[in-house]
């Protein structure tokens, strides 16, 4: 309503709270909280004036409180105490006050819940008397219930279901655009939807791992095919201790390269390599004989040592029959002699380590076992009247051995000489030693050594006397028998007798065609085997001879005899 004063709306609800609590007569009589209206006798119904429900409420008299309305008066001649044929309708209004401006009427404090929607029309009502004065005195603040309440603001109008409303073409209209208590019209078209975030962030999402993917796919298939981007780091181990037990191989090894020197010789139009090792402190160095076979003096022999120093070596003696030489060296200080050990005490399958320099690569260390002992081996020959031909009665080591090892140690497992490597068997090859017509020369796990208490003997007496002696039983053998065992000849060479009159065997009474067969109880099956077992002794040993005459075997002993070597 457009008369000067608000107009209150609420949503309906339950019954106003202050609707239902009456507010008191401002004059401020009676002894109660609240007015209680009087009973009321019946009177003449009169229809009452009514307002349209959007009209704002009539003004009241000055000091009138609130009209409840009651229940018509019954017909004349009825029971008053009867039912009534309709519930009463309560109908809230107020005097305007005769002497307050429209403009003065206070605020109500509560704004009341709008009537339901449907409102049934008023039934006629009887006009109600004045109201009891209250029960207490007013409130000189106005303060509902003591005061005077507010304006009570008018019933909303009747709200009617709007009228239906087409579907949307996307759908229902949006809550937020719905008005309960507006009337049917036509709906505004929605607002464009807004893109949802969610959505947003998973196509983000994937866009972004496919980026990934993609670029981490590159990166692997790049780092596949090179190794990496980054500058190589290899994994290593920390620095250790190097020291090593010195019964092994690297121990055994350190301990004797510092003895080990390589030999150069020229001479006679050819150049060779070999190996030696140093005897004592003097310079004297232990060689084979064919290593400096060559040399025509102490110009053509350079020694080079493990450190790298060279010196000039001069030849001290050598025997052909032990293919032994010793050399010697001046000038230099610091050499280290290598400790000699005892072969006869060598076991088969005992570790051996052998230094050399083969194929002229020098300080070369190579390990095996011994395969055997006492192996009677013969090398060179090559003169062609035997002057030149070794008897070794030999160790047999697997260690690898090749051209160029010729003169230098076989260690045992505490680094001392067992042995002067002197030569292989090759594949393919009928003789022995390096460079005997073998078709594969090299190393097949087949290298022989002399017995160092045999090269120590010989090395003794090159050194004292420059020649070496040999032990002898005084026969000339007839190489060409083809039995088993070494036969003594009919005549010795250049037609004289084939046992030396006055020798050993002629004293222990051995005859020409006596067979041979055994020395100190070891058998012997060709006459290079019988002058092997006999050189691995020294002049003056006593031998037991098995021997076989007329089918008859005999046992002889001797003493041995000595000969000058060459």
Do not use: C
């Not at 655009?177 to 949802?196: E, I």
């Amino acid at each position: 309503m457009n008369n000067g004063k608000p107009n209150w709306w609420s949503r309906p609800s339950s019954t106003p709270e202050t609707a239902r609590i009456p507010a008191p007569s401002p004059s401020g009589e009676g002894d109660g909280d609240f007015p209680l209206p009087a009973p009321q006798p019946p009177a003449t119904p009169e229809p009452p004036a009514t307002a349209p429900l959007d009209a704002a409420p009539a003004a009241a008299p000055a000091g009138a409180g609130p009209e409840v309305s009651v229940p018509d008066a019954a017909p004349a001649g009825t029971d008053p105490v009867g039912p009534a044929p309709a519930a009463p309708s309560v109908v809230l209004t107020k005097d305007e006050p005769q002497d307050r401006a429209p403009d003065q009427v206070p605020a109500p404090d509560h704004v009341p819940d709008p009537a339901p929607d449907h409102v049934p029309a008023p039934a006629p009502q009887a006009q109600a008397p004045a109201a009891a004065r209250p029960l207490h005195a007013p409130d000189e603040y106005r303060t509902p219930p003591y005061g005077e309440p507010g304006p009570w603001a008018p019933a909303p109008p009747v709200q009617r279901p709007p009228a239906p409303v087409p579907p949307h073409p996307q759908g229902p209209a949006p809550w937020g655009q719905y008005d309960p208590w507006g009337v049917g019209g036509p709906v505004p078209p929605p607002a464009p939807a807004k893109r949802s975030r969610k959505g947003l962030a998973v196509v983000g999402a994937l866009v972004f791992a496919l980026i990934t993917g993609v670029i981490g796919g590159g990166i692997g298939a790049y780092v596949e095919r090179n190794g990496g981007i980054a500058a190589v780091e290899l994994p290593q181990a920390d620095a250790e201790n190097t020291g090593r037990a010195p019964d092994s191989v690297a121990g055994i090894a350190a301990s004797a390269l510092p003895g080990v020197v390589t030999l150069h010789v020229k001479g006679s139009g050819s150049a060779g390599t070999g190996t030696g090792f140093v005897l004592d402190t003097r310079g004297h160095i232990l060689t084979n004989n064919h290593v400096v076979d060559g040399a025509r003096s102490s110009a053509d022999i350079s020694v080079t040592f493990s450190s790298g120093e060279t010196a000039r070596a001069r030849l001290v003696g050598k025997d052909t029959g032990y293919d032994l030489a010793v050399v010697q060296v001046t000038g230099v200080s610091g050499l280290k002699a290598l400790p000699l050990g005892n072969s006869d005490n060598v076991r088969v399958g005992d570790p051996v380590v052998a230094i050399g320099a083969p194929f002229d690569l020098s300080n070369t260390v190579t390990s095996g076992i011994i395969s055997a002992k006492e192996r009677p081996i013969t090398a060179g020959g090559e003169k062609g009247d035997g002057s030149d031909i070794s008897y070794v009665d030999a160790l047999q080591t697997d260690a690898p051995i090749n051209p160029g090892n010729s003169g230098g140690p076989l260690l045992d497992s505490r680094a001392r000489v067992i042995g002067i490597n002197s030569a292989i068997r090759a594949a393919g090859g009928s003789g022995d030693g390096e460079g005997d017509g073998a078709s594969q020369p090299g190393s097949i796990g087949l290298g022989f050594a002399i017995p160092i208490n045999q090269g120590k003997r010989v090395a003794e007496e090159l050194i004292n006397t420059g020649r070496a002696t040999h032990p002898v039983i005084g026969v000339s053998l007839d190489m060409q028998y083809n039995g088993d065992g070494a036969r003594v000849g009919e005549k010795g060479k250049d037609g004289t007798a084939s046992v030396t009159p006055g020798g050993p065997a002629a004293k222990a009474g051995l005859r020409p065609g006596d067979v041979i067969t055994k020395v100190d109880g070891q058998r012997v099956h060709n006459g290079e085997e019988l002058i092997v077992k006999i050189r691995a002794h020294r002049p003056g040993d006593r031998l037991e001879l098995t021997l076989s005459r007329d089918g008859k075997e005999l046992t002889k002993t001797l003493t041995l005899g000595s000969s000058q070597g060459t």
